[in-house]
């Protein structure tokens, strides 16, 4: 199943260390910044038109706090305010 992302977390809590050893424990991603930023896109609407497609995915209000949470958050930080919409999609494990 997809997951349409709405939301992202203005914290970085990594359990494990990213490939550059990095491990962030509960800190802010911006400092002062809100702790929730949403996307703009029509999630709703998108989530339709890929329903009538035969998609199998849902809009979550988690995406977790590694890099997936993040990247979209830092994403919706920087772009949100020129314009730019933002949207994180997870995609399911692929089996081998």
Known sequence: RLHLE????NVADFRIPDVQ??????TAIFDGAPQHLYTDLALPQILGELHDRGVDCAISTDPGRYICNYTFYASLHEAGPVGIP???V??????Q
């Open 6 to 9: 709405c939301r992202g977390h």
């Open 21 to 26: 050893g990095w491990q962030p424990r509960g």
């Open 86 to 88: 933002v949207l994180f």
């Open 90 to 95: 997870h995609l399911p494990l692929l089996e």
